[in-house]
């Protein structure tokens, strides 16, 4: 599967944007999909991932009640809905795909899991 992440931009901090992660070549629903994201001089972080089910939603406890996972078979596509945006926020966001039928929160958010990786997208929030 080949992945797209498209949406970054420039916000004003408490603004909103939505990635978008277009796949290609095999659907959405065969792999679980996640978004990581690293910021200038800091490790690459899990923010969020879907599973493959698509039942199945998970976050960082720094964007949880903020930012919202969403996915669309029909476009292939798996969205990361981001509000309420802070500086801390601004990095740059990478989307991923894994296999497998079984949500498990720790092997879905470590990094290393992944295989397919889109390229990424910046998002840099102003205060």
């Known amino acids: 599967v080949q992945l797209q992440a498209c949406g970054g931009g420039l916000v004003q901090a408490g603004g909103s944007l939505r990635l978008s992660c277009a796949a290609s070549?095999?659907?959405?629903?065969?792999?679980?999909v996640a978004w990581f994201r690293r910021a200038a001089g800091k490790g690459r972080e899990f923010v969020s991932a879907i599973s493959s089910t698509g039942d199945t939603t998970d976050y960082a406890d720094a964007v949880k009640g903020r930012f919202t996972i969403s996915r669309d078979t029909a476009k292939n596509t798996v969205y990361l809905q981001m509000n309420s945006l802070k500086p801390e926020d601004t990095a740059v966001y990478y989307c991923a795909a894994a296999g497998g039928p079984y949500y498990i929160s720790s092997y879905y958010s470590r990094a290393n899991t992944y295989g397919y990786w889109g390229q990424g997208t910046q998002v840099t929030v102003s205060s």
């Open positions: 070549g095999r659907s959405v629903s065969q792999y679980a």
